[in-house]
T-cell receptor, first 112, second 114 residues
Framework: DQQVKQNSPSLSVQEGRISILNCDYT??????FLWYKKYPAEGPTFLIS?????DKNEDGRFTVFLNKSAKHLSLHIVPSQPGDSAVYFC???????????FGTGTRLKVLA | DTGVSQDPRHKITKRGQNVTFRCDPI?????LYWYRQTLGQGPEFLTY????????KSRLLSDRFSAERPKGSFSTLEIQRTEQGDSAMYLC????????????FGSGTRLTVV
């Protein structure tokens, strides 16, 4: 049972344009959502999070949007840069559990 | 802050052998987590420690797997009688007492069972 789903295995975007990565979840008990970025041969790096009491969180070029009624979140990267090319994982958790449920990842390629 | 350190980076072992991995968390972090990532999947939770106490274990952590964190510092993950299905990246992460969200991962140990 995949509680966190990233249905797009890959995405290619031109440098300077917007990258939109999507994530869906099924468990209504999740109250925090995170995005991690992973380069080859490195561990995942925390990027941005959002609490279920918010619908948007912004950090520089990265914005995460949460639509609780649709159980959907998205990560927007504007403008996209070649250094953003990586695998992006969506994760969800319930506060107090410390356990993250990850999606399968989306490989983003930003073309120069 | 040297980050989360994992050793070894790569391990190749024959089926049936025992292997042990080590994780050194960031020094002031009291929580430590182990995850496993197989090809094409996201990381899957295995277990977590708060100080030296192991507070949660996934059902993925069969009887052949054991994790310890003596004295609440470094942690070891041992796999006994390895099987080919154990081939994966084993990731360790840590977080500090005041950190609500977003833990720091190490670079992982890649295990290949031949």
């Amino acid at each position: 049972d995949q509680q966190v789903k990233q249905n797009s295995p890959s995405l290619s975007v031109q440098e300077g344009r917007i990258s939109i990565l999507n994530c869906d979840y099924t468990n209504s008990m999740f109250d925090y959502f995170l995005w991690y970025k992973k380069y080859p041969a490195e561990g995942p790096t925390f990027l941005i999070s959002i609490s279920s009491i918010k619908d948007k969180n912004e950090d520089g070029r990265f914005t995460v949007f949460l639509n609780k009624s649709a159980k959907h979140l998205s990560l927007h990267i504007v403008p996209s840069q070649p250094g953003d090319s990586a695998v992006y994982f969506c994760a969800a958790t319930t506060s107090g559990t410390y356990k993250y449920i990850f999606g399968t990842g989306t490989r983003l390629k930003v073309l120069a | 802050d040297t980050g989360v350190s994992q050793d070894p980076r790569h391990k190749i072992t024959k089926r049936g052998q025992n292997v042990t991995f080590r994780c050194d968390p960031i020094s002031e972090h009291n929580r430590l987590y182990w995850y496993r990532q197989t090809l094409g999947q996201g990381p899957e939770f295995l277990t977590y420690f708060q100080n030296e106490a192991q507070l949660e274990k996934s059902r993925l952590l069969s009887d052949r797997f054991s994790a310890e964190r003596p004295k609440g510092s470094f942690s070891t993950l041992e796999i006994q009688r390895t099987e080919q299905g154990d081939s994966a990246m084993y990731l360790c992460a840590s977080s500090s007492p005041g950190q609500l969200i977003g833990y720091t991962f190490g670079s992982g140990t890649r295990l290949t069972v031949v």
